[in-house]
């Protein structure tokens, strides 16, 4: 296992004892490192709280800011956060109007996320995300597994909270883009959790694994590799056949961690070709390393319908550690 | 080679088209995919122009935009950019205020921007930048190697532009920037350079080469794998030690393309905490896959001199495709 890191167990304390550091302007840490918070609150505006297991950096913790995450809740790596992290991350954020948990689709997550949920003080609404339409069920999730479209569902709906939204609206919002949101990855290579020190799974030399979790579950079947259209062609077609819908989009390219930004933009440009076959049109684009798998090599595709209202929430202006745009031209 | 491409002779055609299709907003491609160039230009500003071997993206086409560059000349990976680009970017971005020019300290695109700048029309000067402390010269380079303090440069000297700073002026402070800036990087794993189908280095599974080049150069040894507090000592210890200097800093931990974020910001924790040793001080923070060898693991140290002048650059909003920040709190 070679990773710039001092101890298995010390690595999710260490790198977020570093986000907080680099970021101080933006976040701080919850006691015994529970959560990550935002820094500076908003008195009576609903706070949004995600969360999951560590290796998808910079999802969580790197959406909390203005605009978007007012806490995020880090497991250990591809480990389920417990339900006390919520607890205390409710607790220092909601400033009266009330908590909205946003819960990718796994049934660690969903269990503990549904407990804090109980036994919070806080007034409480859940979204739960589940865009990956590579399976209809997973290793770890019953139903579709939350992917990269946790990002859109997470800045739409955090600008619509920070433009005054109220908690039951926040909730409707963001199943709303969830409805409208689908993903399918693809995996060159696997990635290796610090704590178990060898390869999640294995590919051969020449293989690629369609529909890959973000945990490196498997997806839809091994295969050789293929050209970069090919693959678009394929992960592209699986969403629109799912989705049954033409339009505006929002295109994301994301990188599993381990794939240059030279091969995501070469994928972006084959997917958004594909795209138009379809009858979807790019009206809005972001590619890059957003929702990961440590260091594994691939990425996802997904594709969030566009309109009016979520437009004007995608441009507002987010500041964060990961996304991070002003007033958009 | 397992990579995201249809065939290595288009990677970087099809990445282009991927990347202006993406920020369409932002930036436009030059006739034969030559340059890429800011499109919304301001009359009478100098215009900076960089450029390089593909393959370290976001360098430079990424950082083309409001308040950074005005053009980015892309070679083939790991291969300079021909002077014929560099002319053609100065014929489409010098809008009456002259051409800066900022090359890395490598014999091929010194020599290409040089020819460029006697052959163009626009009134030029250039800054070279070589802040990579591993080696007094290197495989491609005469004196020290232009890594990832180049971002440095780019930004400073693109906000100076931008807030009306002449041409000599821009020179000076680049020069003084780059004056004031330190890099030493660690490879864990090597890179494939499409055209070349196969790793440009080996390394043994326990192994890292210790002051790697961005283009995989040899550094100062290959060692045994260390820990993440050791491997900051010693590159921090190297950078003060060339440096010396102490006070306020920005402090750039920037991936090489296949190290996460987890370990970056784990990198940036313990970097920070080795400077203080030293007498310096983390002012502002970056970290991320900036500088990049397209999918190698590990990541560079960066140390960057701050005073008001070149802080108030640096905090200064940048609207580029990887480098995005409105007014800062």
Redesign the interface.
Known sequence: M??????PDA??A??????A???A?ILTLGDERKFVRRRHLITGKPALISGGG??H??LHA?FVGSGMLDAACPGQ?FTSPTPDQMIAAASAVDTGGGVLFIVKNYEGDVMNFAMAAEMTDSRNLTVIVDDDVAVEKSTFSTGRRGVAGTLIVEKVVGAAAEAGMALDALKALGERVNAGTRSMG?A??SCTVPAAGKPTFTLG?DE?EMGVGIHGEPGRRRVK?A???Q?AEEIVGAIAGDLKQTGDCILLVNGF??????????????A?KQLEKHGLR?GR???G?YV?S??M???SITVSMLDDEIAKFWDT?V?TA?L??????
Chains 1, 2 share one sequence.
């Open positions: 070679k990773k710039l890191i001092n101890a690595v999710l260490e790198s977020l004892d570093g986000l550091a680099a970021h302007d560590a290796g950096e910079p790197g790596v693809v060159l290579t030399e690629m590799l050209p970069a259209d693959i961690g381990g794939t240059p930004s030279i091969e995501l933009y070469l994928m972006f440009n084959a958004r790019v684009a972001l590619v390393n990961t440590l260091e090599a691939g990425c202006p500041h990961a991070n745009w002003g007033q958009r031209s």
